[in-house]
């Protein structure tokens, strides 16, 4: 039993690691996109549209520097409702007011629910 949960823990480990959208790399702040991303960014999100895959948010603009889980908006017991694909531009540190990004939301089905920005 000892060897199958040796074997059986990094297994299950490994495969939430690769299944999680979740994981992006580690950001260094202060943080500026190279311009050819920063264009790429500018560029794709005004076409993005409610109902659109994943995959054409990739496409239009590159993999996301976050994803972070959507919670349906109440306070308690709320429910996992999607995703949120954060698009890095300009950030001076974790949580900063000043910065510039895209932030889209996608339902569990992966379908767009929402585009915001700001700072820009």
Known sequence: MKKFLAL???LLSA???EAS???TPEIAYPYQAMPKREA???AGYPKIATGMTTQDIH???GKPDQVRVLYEPKIKNSKQIGWTHWYLIRREREQD???KIVRVSVDLDG???KVDHWGF
């Open 111 to 113: 379908r767009v629910t």
């Open 21 to 23: 959208p979740q994981n």
């Open 15 to 17: 495969g939430c690691k």
């Open 40 to 42: 790429a960014i500018r």
């Open 59 to 61: 496409r239009l603009m």
């Open 8 to 10: 059986a823990i990094p």
């Open 97 to 99: 007011v000043t910065e």
